[in-house]
């Protein structure tokens, strides 16, 4: 069943994942704005199953309080969390029953209705989500130009860590290795303040998105990391330089350390790791 609806918000428009994108080839796409590099305080929990309730509340809170700075008149530093979900179902503001192929009073999975932009997806152990709670104002003022720049993350991502040659699509939003899709984009602003973010799929069981119709793409499939390097070792060429990815954890901890480094460049940003205990109640045990 869905267990959270018809939230209200006073923001900007939503953006949505079908936002027409600039036929400039990416390496053409003006993204990084040359400005005095800016604090960033990251809370890593890449390593960590929270439920998607509470970093969902979490977030609301963080965008509350820059609110709050910027009526102030006070300094509103960037924030990035990072972490993994366990398996839950989301759909954007306007997003369609039509793309759950399933009951939804019977889902496999929790379900909720968020205030991002797009349709439905999956979140799931071994899919690192990126929840940037960013102001604008001290980048750039141009939605168009955020989603290019989180599509950038993670494409620079993928070639210079895992040499996968990843690219936009034109008129869709995330980042695609041929016609899979790697990464999901859903976001919201308020007030110039950003929250929702990116997911990129590393070792993530893809099983489930089958149940849905990913982002309402009925001829697209999802792909992953682990899956793409696993396709390179029937080439001997990829066999060696792959082997240091074989095992799950190390990849998911390669690709969060990859993450962090192309965001801190690409947006401009001092990462400042902030110390944070999970409550017992946060972990998917509980």
Known sequence: MIVATNLCFRTIPTTCTTVKQQKDPPHQLNLV?????KACEC?????????YEKAWSWQKQIVKQK???LQEHEDCPDTLIVLQHNPVYTMGTGSSENYLNF???????DVYRTERGGEVTYHGPGQLVMYPIINLRNHKMDLHWYLRTLEEVVIRVLSSTFSIKASRIEGLT?????????AAIGIRVSKWITYHGLALNVTTDLTPFSWIVPCGLRHR?????KGLLQEFQSS???AEAIKPFT?????IDISYRSLIKEFSEVFNLEIHQKAITVPEFWREDH
């Open 221 to 225: 499939q999802v792909g992953s990391i």
């Open 103 to 109: 009951d939804v009073k019977e889902a496999p999975f």
């Open 236 to 238: 001997r060429q990829y």
């Open 247 to 251: 095992d799950d954890y190390q990849l």
């Open 67 to 69: 609110k709050s700075l």
């Open 43 to 51: 809370f890593d929990l890449h390593k960590e199953l929270i439920p």
């Open 174 to 182: 995330g980042v695609w290795v041929g016609n899979q899709k790697l």
């Open 33 to 37: 704005i040359p400005t005095k590099t």
